[in-house]
C-alpha cells in the first residue's frame, strides 16, 4: 500500500521559516495537499493541489512538490501556527494521509 | 454556508456496532461525496473510505472492508457510516468530510466536528 511520512517533529522560532516535508514513492506524479490540526479540532485544509491556498488560508502558507518529496513551507510563522501537520494524496482511489508532523513555535 | 454536523459520542462494548450520522447543509448534498476519517487518540489520520451521495456508490479502505458500510439519506442530507464487530483499537474520533470538488480523488475542505467513539468492557 501507498505510505506518505514525514518527520515526527519541527521546530521553529516566531517569525522564522518552517519546512515541512512529505515522501512517497513519485509523489510529484500526483496532487498533494496540506491539513492543519490544533488540539480538539477538526482538521483545516491549507494547501491544495501542491500550490494553492484555499480562501483564508494566510500568505505565509506555500507548498511544493516534486520527485518524491511535498513540502510545505510556513513563512514569517506565528505563535497560532503551531499544531499538527498532515500530507495527504490519492492512490488508485485509495486516500493516503502522512504520518504528521508536530510544528512547535519556541 | 456548508456545514457537516455530526452525531454525538458513543461507547461501545467489544464486538458491538456503531453508527455515526453527517447531517450536511448549505450545498447540494447529492452533488458531492462523503469521506470518513478517523483517528485513534494521539495518532494520525486515517482514510476509511467515501460514498457518493447521488448513487451510494462506495469505496472502503481495504483494512475496514467487511466491517464498515457507508450510506447516505438524500432525503435528509445525511450520510452514515456503520463499524460492526467493534475492537479496542477501533476507539477513535470519526469524521466526515466533504471533497472540494464533484470529482473523486480530490482534497477535503469542509469536514464535520468529530465524533468520539470509545470502545471498551
Known amino acids: 500500500s501507498y505510505e506518505l511520512t514525514q518527520p515526527p517533529s519541527v521546530s521553529v522560532s516566531p517569525g522564522q521559516t518552517a519546512s515541512i516535508t512529505c515522501s512517497g514513492d513519485?509523489?510529484?506524479?500526483?496532487?498533494a495537499s496540506w491539513y492543519q490540526q490544533k488540539p480538539g479540532q477538526s482538521p483545516v485544509l491549507v494547501i491544495y493541489?501542491?500550490?494553492k491556498r484555499p480562501s483564508g488560508i494566510p500568505e505565509r502558507f506555500s507548498g511544493s512538490n516534486s520527485g518524491n518529496t511535498a513540502t510545505l513551507t510556513i513563512s514569517g510563522t506565528q505563535a497560532m501556527d503551531e499544531a499538527d501537520y498532515y500530507c495527504?494524496?490519492?492512490?488508485?482511489?485509495?486516500?493516503?494521509f502522512g504520518t504528521g508532523t508536530k510544528v512547535t513555535v519556541l | 454556508q456548508v456545514q457537516l454536523v455530526q452525531s454525538g459520542t458513543e461507547v461501545k462494548k467489544p464486538g458491538a456496532s456503531v453508527k455515526v450520522s453527517c447531517k450536511a447543509s448549505?450545498?447540494?448534498?447529492?452533488?458531492?461525496?462523503i469521506s470518513w476519517v478517523r483517528q485513534a487518540p494521539g495518532q494520525g489520520l486515517e482514510w476509511m473510505g467515501w460514498?457518493?451521495?447521488?448513487?451510494?456508490?462506495?469505496n472502503y479502505s481495504q483494512k475496514l472492508q467487511g466491517r464498515v458500510t457507508m450510506t447516505t439519506d438524500t432525503s435528509t442530507s445525511t450520510a452514515y457510516m456503520e463499524l460492526r464487530s467493534l475492537r479496542s483499537d477501533d476507539t477513535a474520533v470519526y469524521y466526515c468530510?466533504?471533497?472540494?470538488?464533484?470529482?473523486?480523488?480530490?482534497?477535503?475542505?469542509?469536514w464535520g466536528q468529530g465524533t468520539l467513539v470509545t470502545v471498551s468492557s
Open positions: 460514498i457518493t451521495a447521488y448513487n451510494g456508490d462506495t
Open positions: 448549505g450545498y447540494s448534498f447529492i452533488t458531492y461525496g
Open positions: 495527504q494524496a490519492w492512490d488508485s482511489s485509495t486516500a493516503v
Open positions: 513519485k509523489l510529484g506524479d500526483r496532487y
Open positions: 493541489q501542491d500550490v
Open positions: 468530510a466533504r471533497p472540494r470538488t464533484a470529482a473523486t480523488g480530490t482534497d477535503f475542505d469542509y
